[in-house]
């Protein structure tokens, strides 16, 4: 059982594009991270998210509270975006989704 | 500040041995914890504390030992590896603040266990 879930899994744009990645949850929580993973494997924080949207230069993301849901986007994607893109909620203890791996071409 | 350090970067152990890997965080946070990263899973939980002198366990304990003695580190031992332990290992450290919190993570470890 998995308590966070993202989607999608694998995603290929190309620059310039606009993406969506989605995350739901299934646990009460008290805040939801955005991360982002670049090959070499360090992890830093994007957002920090109870309520509402934030925005940060091109990436933009929203929480649904009711629903659960959480989307992270980026407008007008660069190569240099291409990372692994990590939901994270705490509730009594930090969950974890799986990633979403994103490249973006040139 | 450095923020989060792990040390070593990379290691590779037989299958028994053990080994302690390190962890050490100079922002006075309260709550540190051990995370182990596997393709296709998310970060598992393995141990975590609140602070100097308490630990608990996570998600994935078995054959991880931990222990708090100060706010700055928070080693993790492997006491017999295992080929399964094969994995990337991050010690992260956070702090709460009124309406949410922050994580800070350390650049990992990879372990091959032979």
């Known amino acids: 059982k998995n308590e966070v879930e993202q989607s999608p899994q694998n995603l290929t744009a190309q620059e310039g594009e606009f993406i969506t990645i989605n995350c739901s949850y299934s646990v009460g929580i008290s805040a939801l991270h955005w991360l982002q993973q670049h090959p070499g494997g360090g992890i830093v924080s994007l957002f920090m998210?109870?309520?509402g949207k934030k925005k940060h230069g091109r990436l933009i993301a929203t929480i649904n509270i009711q629903e659960k849901h959480s989307s992270l986007h980026i407008t007008a994607s660069h190569p240099r975006d291409s990372a692994v893109y990590i939901c994270a909620v705490r509730g009594n203890q930090f969950y974890f989704g799986t990633g979403t791996s994103l490249t973006v071409i040139p | 500040n450095a923020g989060v350090t792990q040390t070593p970067k990379f290691q590779v152990l037989k299958t028994g041995q053990s080994m302690t890997l390190q962890c050490a965080q100079d922002m006075n946070h309260e709550y540190m914890s051990w995370y182990r990263q596997d393709p296709g899973m998310g970060l598992r939980l393995i141990h975590y504390s609140v602070g100097a002198g308490i630990t608990d366990q996570g998600e994935v304990p078995n054959g991880y030992n931990v222990s708090r003695s100060t706010t700055e580190d928070f080693p993790l031992r492997l006491l017999s590896a295992a080929p399964s332990q094969t994995s990337v290992y991050f010690c992260a450290s956070s702090y709460s603040y009124e309406g949410g919190y922050e994580q800070y993570f350390g650049p990992g470890t990879r372990l091959t266990v032979t």
């Open positions: 998210l109870s309520s």
